[in-house]
């Protein structure tokens, strides 16, 4: 895309270029900070905000009050408290070259006036590509938690912090000032955060596009069990307000943060000197980068010692003693060569791009995903394009820009289909959430009519984790279901049995007495089956392997199950009341409160000649707590709005029989509504029974309570030789320990096998107690 450089702009292009600047950017912040969506990398907005400096480096007259250049991060969200910091979280400024770190290092000398040959030592630290944290701590105990939010203003996450393994609720050691702000990166590793996305596209939830918006969509969950359940991780790196000094430089610091519990990046953060450590220590995180069990998007450097740093101080938004030196993105130019949709499980239709392959960062890349109709609008991407692919900490690679200039004549735009692509072509939907926010996805509305659901449905059911059907692969499973014999599950039961069926594949090519036994066999195995794997082979929406795990210990027969997920239909929460139950301020308490009141009846203005809602609230319910007053008279804002949000609220209060499915451990609202939902429609329940009458679901074994292991939680690494990681797990899990996939202080035991690296290394660190798969296998042979 063409671009006026910043030296040949006139003045009028300045100012208009500034406005589009800064407009352009406040929608990025907008979908980084408070969707956790962004739609460009972090290098094109790097890319925007440096323009945008450049610019006002030439012009500085023009420089805007909303400039982006004046901001650090972005709107707060309302569905936290605001948190003000002792000391303001600023940002870092960047560079991109050796020629930049050489010039940081030029003007610390300068303004230190040091002398070229004089020593100046840096702490070199990867930047971990998550999201900051300020963690408080009063006489060492943790009393508040928050995201960086604008840097003077976050929002208060404690209780979504506290469950994070890597931050101590209590301070180790001694010598710790009275209050302390620790501040570090809340993060996921890369391992944990491939096996998340990969369960949650089998459950049909949503999937997060790299690892820092699901640090961030993580750590921003309202309900603090959801994050407990994401492998969330935190490193320390530096702080804010202190009551007294602690250290006389940040490689001091480090090690002090790390005698009170916390795990900081030292190694593979390091001290060097001068500019020549600064390129060094750059290659050699370029090198070590696709080792780290995380991503790094390039290297912090920091003055070492605190006196000089507190004499460089800062300058606007950013420390004078630290930069963060980028690492370049890996990009790529090839062809786009065809759109196609993929219709999943759920309907959704996903667009994913075909390409002419191309190597980036090292993979070879034949496809690249679109994420939905909105992005290939935004990118105004056509067949025949020649686009820009980039691999960030992103998994798939991701489109960042079309070279228009390069577009080949007669390129039309691209039509999103707005029917199924299925034979029915039935028509798609946006779905609105509770918010009465539009999705972006598009999903055909035909649910089990729609054959590609319908197959993919059926895919789902045999698969590994489901009923793990032996003979009955993609190829076979598609063919049957063209020819109509496999429509839905309980068909595949009844096929095994259908002589004639049976006769007439006996007679097919590539089929032959042996085979059609093999397929008759796998299938006649499954007909017993655990009550777990039944409930996941169904396939609802957000009912994933955990879930169903969750309820088959829960309820001891599928009947059960069924029964009370019927039964939760029956009161399922209206959009109002689950909208009240998410807002800051308005606990469990105020909710039932405002229901009891909203059910009394919508009540008159109290108090019609003023203005002060949380006045009238206060008269109308006053039981309510100061701040949940406060919070309601923010969000209703009118009288009026007030009484038809407490009359919705009433309407929609959801039933008993919802409560207690949603209150079940390890359930939770989401999952007990797509439960509710899934029975209480009668295609659904038909399918149901006609499967149940070809199974013999078997309740699974609760986990055990009286074992060395129960309650326990266990980390497998290295490669095991004697089972595979999933057999591990279960067994552990049937032995009531608890697995997990990364080592931290909470971690009981480590069981590895060879190759394990970086968590037998942390397990040593923390002293953990450790053993090899043959010592795991006598250990659990012995129980
Ligand atoms: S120090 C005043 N150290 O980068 C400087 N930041 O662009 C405070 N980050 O908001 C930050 N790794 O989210 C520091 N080793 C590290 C870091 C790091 C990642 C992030 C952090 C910060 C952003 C600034």
């Known amino acids: 895309m063409s671009q006026i450089s910043v030296a040949d702009l006139t003045e009028a292009q300045a100012v208009e270029e500034l406005e589009r600047l800064a407009d352009e950017m406040a929608g990025h912040d907008l979908r980084y900070y408070q969707d956790d969506a962004p739609t460009v990398s972090d290098a094109?907005?790097?890319?925007?905000?440096?323009?945008?400096?450049?610019?006002?480096?030439?012009?500085p007259h023009l420089q805007r009050e909303n400039s982006p250049s004046l901001k650090v991060?972005?709107?707060?969200?309302?569905?936290?408290?605001p948190v003000e910091h002792g000391v303001p979280m600023l940002s870092l400024d960047n560079a991109f070259s050796n020629d930049e770190a050489e010039e940081f290092d030029a003007r610390i000398r300068r303004f230190l006036r040091l002398g070229a040959d004089e020593p100046v030592f840096y702490m070199a630290e990867p930047k971990i590509d998550g999201l900051s944290a300020s963690l408080r701590y009063e006489k060492g105990v943790l009393v508040q938690g928050a995201?960086?939010?604008?840097?003077?203003?976050?929002?208060?996450?404690?209780?979504?912090?506290?469950?994070?393994?890597?931050?101590?609720?209590?301070?180790?050691?001694?010598?710790?000032?009275?209050?302390?702000?620790?501040?570090?990166?809340?993060?996921?590793?890369?391992?944990?955060?491939?096996?998340?996305?990969?369960?949650?596209?089998?459950?049909?939830?949503?999937?997060?596009a790299n690892p820092r918006n699901f640090a961030a969509g993580s750590l921003r969950q309202i309900d603090p069990k959801i994050s407990a359940t994401r492998p969330l991780r935190f490193f320390g790196y530096a702080w804010g307000l202190v009551s007294e000094p602690f250290a006389a430089s940040q490689s001091e610091a480090l090690e002090k943060l790390e005698a009170w519990g916390f795990v900081t990046t030292a190694p593979p953060a390091e001290r060097v000197q001068g500019a020549q450590g600064l390129l060094d220590i750059y290659a050699r995180f370029e090198t070590l980068r696709p080792q780290l069990p995380f991503d790094i998007d390039g290297v912090v450097y920091k003055v070492d010692d605190l006196e000089r740093q507190r004499r460089l101080g800062f300058v606007?938004?950013?420390?004078?003693?630290?930069?963060?030196?980028?690492?370049?993105?890996?990009?790529?130019?090839?062809?786009?060569?065809?759109?196609?949709?993929?219709?999943?499980?759920?309907?959704?239709?996903?667009?994913?791009?075909?390409l002419h392959p191309v190597t980036v960062g090292g993979v070879s890349v034949t496809n690249a995903t679109l994420h939905n109709a909105d992005e290939i609008a935004r990118l105004d991407a056509r067949i025949g394009d020649t686009v820009v692919l980039q691999r960030a900490g992103d998994v798939i690679p991701q489109i960042v820009e079309v070279d228009l200039a390069a577009r080949p004549e007669g390129a039309e735009p691209y039509a999103f289909p707005h029917v199924c692509e299925c034979p029915l072509k039935t028509a798609l939907a946006q779905e609105i959430n509770a918010n009465g926010v539009e999705s972006v996805v598009r999903r055909c509305t035909g649910e089990f009519a729609c054959p590609f659901q319908r197959v993919e449905h059926l895919r789902h059911f045999v698969s590994r984790r489901a009923f793990d059907i032996e003979g009955l692969g993609e190829k076979q499973l598609q063919a049957f279901f063209d020819e109509g014999w496999i429509n839905e599950p309980a068909d595949i039961f009844r096929l095994a049995r259908d002589e004639?069926?049976?006769?007439?594949?006996?007679?097919?090519?590539?089929?032959?007495?042996?085979?059609?036994?093999?397929?008759?066999?796998?299938?006649?195995?499954r007909r017993s089956i655990g009550l777990d794997r039944m409930i996941y082979g169904l396939g609802a929406r957000d009912i994933g392997e955990?879930?169903?795990?969750?309820?088959?210990?829960?309820?001891?027969?599928?009947?059960?199950?069924?029964?009370?997920?019927?039964?939760?239909?029956?009161?399922?929460?209206?959009?109002?009341?689950?909208?009240?139950?998410?807002?800051?301020?308005?606990?469990?308490?105020?909710?039932?409160?405002?229901?009891?009141?909203?059910?009394?009846?919508?009540?008159?203005?109290?108090?019609?000649?003023?203005?002060?809602?949380?006045?009238?609230?206060?008269q109308v319910v006053p039981k309510l707590t100061k701040p949940a007053r406060a919070a309601l008279a923010q969000r209703y804002g009118t009288w009026e709005a007030f009484a038809e949000g407490l009359a919705q609220a009433a309407k929609g209060a959801p039933g008993?029989?919802?409560?207690?499915?949603?209150?079940?451990?390890?359930?939770?609202?989401?999952?007990?509504?797509?439960?509710?939902?899934?029975f209480a429609e009668e295609h659904n329940r038909q399918k149901v029974e006609n499967l149940l009458a070809e199974l013999d679901v078997q309740a699974v074994a609760k986990p055990k309570t009286d074992t060395a292991v129960a309650g326990k939680t266990v980390v497998f690494t290295g490669s095991l030789e004697k089972m595979t990681r999933d057999e591990a797990k279960a067994q552990a899990e049937a032995l009531g320990a608890k697995v997990a996939s990364s080592v931290s202080k909470k971690t009981h035991l480590v069981v590895y096998g060879p190759g394990a690296g970086s968590k037998l290394k942390t397990a040593q660190e923390l002293n953990i107690d450790m053993m090899d798969e043959d010592q795991w296998l006598a250990l659990v042979a012995s129980l």
């Open 44 to 59: 094109e907005y790097d890319e925007l905000k440096r323009r945008n400096a450049d610019i006002e480096a030439r012009f």
């Open 73 to 81: 991060g972005a709107a707060r969200s309302a569905q936290f408290s």
């Open 147 to 208: 995201t960086r939010g604008d840097g003077r203003v976050g929002e208060d996450v404690t209780a979504n912090l506290r469950t994070i393994a890597d931050i101590p609720h209590r301070l180790k050691g001694s010598g710790w000032p009275d209050v302390i702000e620790i501040r570090g990166e809340v993060y996921v590793e890369l391992e944990a955060f491939a096996a998340f996305n990969k369960a949650a596209e089998e459950a049909g939830s949503r999937t997060y």
């Open 316 to 354: 606007s938004r950013s420390p004078r003693w630290a930069i963060a030196r980028k690492f370049p993105a890996q990009r790529a130019r090839t062809i786009l060569e065809a759109i196609d949709i993929q219709v999943g499980r759920t309907g959704a239709h996903t667009p994913v791009a075909r």
């Open 500 to 525: 004639e069926k049976l006769a007439a594949l006996r007679e097919r090519d590539g089929y032959g007495e042996t085979s059609v036994k093999n397929l008759v066999a796998g299938i006649d195995a």
């Open 546 to 618: 955990t879930t169903s795990t969750v309820l088959a210990r829960h309820f001891d027969q599928f009947a059960d199950l069924q029964a009370a997920s019927e039964a939760a239909a029956r009161g399922l929460p209206g959009a109002t009341y689950l909208e009240l139950s998410t807002a800051a301020g308005v606990g469990p308490k105020a909710l039932d409160l405002l229901v009891e009141a909203g059910r009394a009846g919508v009540p008159a203005d109290p108090w019609p000649q003023s203005e002060d809602l949380e006045l009238k609230i206060g």
């Open 656 to 678: 008993e029989d919802y409560l207690t499915l949603a209150a079940v451990d390890g359930v939770g609202p989401v999952a007990a509504q797509s439960l509710a939902r899934f």
